[in-house]
């Protein structure tokens, strides 16, 4: 079974490139528009990596983490964001990574690969 991704973003851009990419590569990915969206999804389908987009409507990244980890949740949160002070936000919510935006497929890629990495397929 491949790792499960949820990408929380509100730039339909951004959660499409990303989970075409993430799904190109063998991840599972779902997707959400905003904090609250996501946390309905990590309710019914838990997660084994949120890659978070911070500044969203209805219900920021700081909400989200905030309300995710209250509940006892612990997969790995990369922040994405092309904020300035991505890393102070990123500590603010004790993200475990950040991917600043613009990334590159690579990036993300690097990124995601160094919290979950898919099993080796068979010779």
């Known amino acids: 079974m491949s790792d499960h991704v949820l990408v929380v973003d509100d730039d ?3 959660t499409a490139a990303v989970r075409d990419g ?3 590569e063998g991840y599972r990915v779902t997707t959400a528009g905003n904090g609250a969206e996501a946390l309905r999804e990590v309710r019914d389908d838990p997660p084994t990596l949120i890659l978070l987009d911070m500044r969203m409507p209805v219900m ?3 909400e989200f983490a ?9 997969a790995p949160v990369i922040v994405m964001t092309a904020a300035a002070n991505a890393g102070t ?3 603010e919510i004790e993200a475990d990574a950040v991917l600043p935006k613009p990334f590159t497929l690579d990036d993300l890629f690097d990124a995601v690969g160094r919290w979950r990495l898919l099993p080796d397929e068979p010779a």
């Open 60 to 62: 920021s990244g700081w």
């Open 89 to 91: 936000w990123a500590a």
């Open 66 to 74: 905030k309300q995710y980890r209250m509940v006892g949740h612990q």
């Open 22 to 24: 993430l799904e190109f």
């Open 12 to 14: 339909p851009s951004i």
